[in-house]
C-alpha cells in the first residue's frame, strides 16, 4: 500500500494532458490549488498538493486550523462555496477528473460514489427531520429505492453501525440522541450512498474518549468489510495513529511531510511536525511544561516565498529563505525542507524548552477555595410522563408523576486554593451539571456548598454579583462565547464596569493589564473576534475571566476545540496563571492526557457520582475503579499496538429513577455477581493515596 502527499511543480513537473488516475489507485490530487476571492486580497488555501491514494487505504491529513483541511475535503467534494474556486491541477476519482464533471456528474458522485462525514453531529443533522427522513432520502435519491426498500435500508444501515434499537432510532429527531449515536447516524446517512471513497472531517472532535473509541472501532470495521478507501482528517494525532496507514501534514496550504504512520510519528523529519508532537500531552510522559510552537499561520494572502514555516521555525537559516521543494528522507517519506536528514534525531525546541517545570506542592493545610457537601440536582426524564392510581381516598383518582434521574448525586467536593482538580467522566455523567451548580448557574436541589469559606445557599453570600466576584467560569467554545459585534476593548471593559469597585487608573489601562496577563499585547484591543485566531480568541475569554479577580475557576472543556500547538499554549497560560495568582481550578475535560498534565488530582464522575479519587500522577498506574480503567484504556494512542481496550456495553444513561448499588455495574466487566446489583460498594484506598468505589479490593484491581 502505497501513499504521495507531493507537489509535482516543485520539480517542474508537467501536469499531464490526461488524467493522472494510476492502476490501483482511487484518487489522485495532481497539482491542485483553490483560491479564495480575487483581486489583491484573494489567497491560496490549497497550494499545488499532490497526493495519491489506493483502494482500500486509508490516509490521515493532519495540520492546524488554517492549514487547508476542510478545505481539501469540500473541494473533493464539490462543496466549495462562494468565490472560492479550483485555482490548478486536477483531482482524479476512479479514471474521471472530478473538475471536468457537468452539474449532473457532480450529482451523482457526491454522496453516491464519495461519502462525506461532517465534524459537528449537532448541526450537521436536521433537527426538525426524523433520523429515518435523514436516511431514506439519500437512499431515494442515489439508489433509487423505494420509501418501503428505503426504511428497510435504513434499519440495516443502522444495524451496521452499532445502533441497538434501529427502530426507535428511526423514530427519533436528533435532539434525543447522544453525541455518539448522532454521530453513528452521520456515518450511516454517508454509507447510504454505498461509496468507495469516505472522506471524514474531524468526527470524533465532539466526543468523549469511550464514544471516541467505539467511533473508531467502527470505521475499522466498515473499512475492512467494505474495502472502504479513507481520507480521515483531524487534529488529534492519537486518532490518526489508530486508523489510517499514513500521514500527511499540511502547512499553510502546502504539503510539508508524508510518511507511513509509524515512521512519521517515531522519527518525524520536518520542524513542523515536530513541533505538532513535542506539543501533545501524553499520559505516560513525566509532568513538564508543554512544548510549544510560537506565531501563527503566514498571511496567504500574500505568502512568503520562501518555507512558510521559517518565521516560527527554531532551526531557520538564511537559505530557508528561497522556495523549498519536497525532498526524499528515506522510501516513501518526503519532507519540505532543505534540513530534514540533518535534523532527523534533532528534537523540537521552544522558549518552553528552556523553562524549567514548576515544582507543584499544594499545602496540606490550605485553605479550601471551594467545599461542596452532598450536592444533588434531578431532572424530569425527557418523555417520563407516568400515571398512578391514587387509592387513598374513598375514590381512586389518576395522578399524573414524572420520571426523574439523579443528574447530580449527593456529590462532594474540596478544591483548595492553588488546587487543580480534574474531573472527568463520559459525556451525560454530570460534569456539566455539577459544575454550573457549584456557582449557581444552575439551582442545586440539595446540599452545602462553601466558595471561600462563604455558603453560597444562604444570605448576603448567596448574592450573584458576589459569586461572580469569587468564582467564574471559562467556557469550551470563544466562537460561541464572545460577542462578535463587540472588540476586545469593550468585551474586558463590560465585566470591570459591572464587577469592579472603583479601583485605580483608567479603564484602558486596566483592559491593558488583563491582555498583559494573558500575554497577549494591547495591539488587540480594537479587534473584534473574528480577527483573531482560536488560541488568541479563549486567551480573552481567560482575560474576562480574571477581571472578576476570582479565586475559583471552573474551566468546562477550556482547550477541547484547539488545535494541539495552540492548547498547549492555552494549557501553559492556565498554569502559570494558576501559579502566579494563586488560583484554584475545576478543570473538565473529556482528554485524560491533558487532565493528568495540569491536574494535582482527579475525580471521575458517573451517572452523577464520583467513584474515584486520587493524584492526577497516579492516572496510568495499576489500581483504579474500573470505570477509571476502561477510560484509561479508550484513550489513543501514537503507538498504534497500544494496550488491549477495556470495551463497554450500555451507555451512560442510568438505567432507573434509583440506584441500589453500584452505579456501575451493569456495564462493569469485573462485575463480581448480585452483590455489585443490590448493595453500595464501599470506598477502598489504593496505590499512591488513589480512593476509589468498589466491591472489589484494591490488590484485586492492581492485579
Known sequence: MRHTCSAPGDRDAPISAQPPGREGEILTLDGLSVRYGSGPSSLRALDKVSLSLPRGGALGVVGESGSGKSTLAMTLMGLLAGSARVDGGRAVFEGEDLYALSPAGWAGMRGRRIGLVFQDPFTALNPAKTIAHQLTEPLVLHRGLSETAARAEARRLLDEVGISDPDAMLSAYPHALSGGMKQRALIAAALAGDPDLLILDEPTTALDVTIEAQILDLLEALRAERQLSMIFISHNLGVIARVVDEVCVLYAGQVVETAPKAEIFAAPRHPYTKGLLASMPRLGAPRARLETIPGRLPDLTNPPEGCRFAARCPFAEDRCAAPQPMVSVGPGRESRCWKAVALGATPWTSAETAAPARARTVAADAPPALRADGVSKRFRRAGGVRVRIDRSGAIPVPRIGHSTFNAVDAVSLTVKAGETVGLVGESGCGKSTLARCLIRLIEPDGGAIALNGRDILKGRAADRRTIARTAQFVFQNPDSSLNPRKTVRQILARPLALLGEERPGTMDQRVERLLDMVRLSRAYMDRYPHEMSGGEKQRIGIARVLAAEPKFVICDEAVSALDVSVQASILNLLAD??????????????????????????????????????????LGTPGHHPYTEALLSAVPSLDSRGAERMRLAGTVSAPGDGITGCRFADRCPRKIGPVCDTQAPPWRTGPEGVRFECHHTADALAG
Open 577 to 618: 496563571l494558576r501559579d502566579e495568582l494563586g488560583l484554584a481550578y475545576l478543570f473538565i475535560s473529556h482528554d485524560l492526557s491533558v487532565v493528568r498534565h495540569i491536574a494535582d488530582r482527579v475525580a471521575v464522575m458517573y451517572r452523577g457520582g464520583i467513584v474515584e479519587v486520587g493524584p492526577a500522577s497516579a
